[in-house]
């Protein structure tokens, strides 16, 4: 029987959600799918890729901004209008890892100042180092898990979100299942 996690709403305690609550087995499994997916190359996503699904997640989020925000306010007892703010920010942090895709390509390496590099270039690469663990506060249930969200799905890198207890509702909005056609 898989275990849910009961989200109250701060102000009254009245019932909002019900999110399932990973155990031991659910975590070692999700720790060991992501690393896998990391230590296969051939499967990591394209520059275009990841600019593609930070632009889809963008355009999901802002259609959907109002009823994000206001599971955000239910669950975390913020005034709507905070949380509209809140879901904006999340959009203005997607965009700017997109603007940074675009923008940040490495470096060229000084070379050719001795014999031994005379003749030669260098260049730096961006790519991830590993996977991502993020583990998320509850007073900007949204805001902060796109702060770790988006990021690494900007540097391409495997990402594990663990939202906080009283807060969960907004990352699961985040989930790809959530977000699929």
Not at 80 to 94: F, H, T
Not at 131 to 158: D, T
């Amino acid at each position: 029987m898989t275990k849910h996690i009961e989200v109250k709403a701060p102000f009254d305690s009245a019932v909002v959600g019900y999110v399932p609550a990973a155990g031991v087995s659910d975590i070692e499994d999700a720790l060991a799918k992501a690393h896998s997916l990391f230590s296969d190359k051939s499967g990591w996503l394209s520059k275009q890729e990841r600019i593609k699904i930070l632009k889809r997640v963008a355009a999901l989020i802002t259609a959907r901004r109002e009823t994000i925000a206001r599971q955000a306010a239910q669950e975390g007892g913020k005034p709507l209008k905070d949380s509209l703010v809140e879901v904006d920010r999340g959009v203005e942090g997607i965009e700017a890892c997109i603007d940074e895709l675009r923008t940040s390509a490495g470096q060229v390496v000084p070379m050719d100042v001795n014999a031994t590099s005379a003749g030669r270039i260098a260049f730096t690469q961006f790519e991830p180092i590993g996977v991502v663990v993020g583990v998320s506060a509850f007073n900007h249930p949204f805001n902060l898990v796109i702060h770790q969200l988006a990021p690494a799905i900007a540097v391409g890198a495997p990402v594990i979100i663990k939202p906080a207890p009283a807060t969960p509702l907004s990352c699961r909005t985040l989930r790809r299942p959530m977000l699929a056609p």
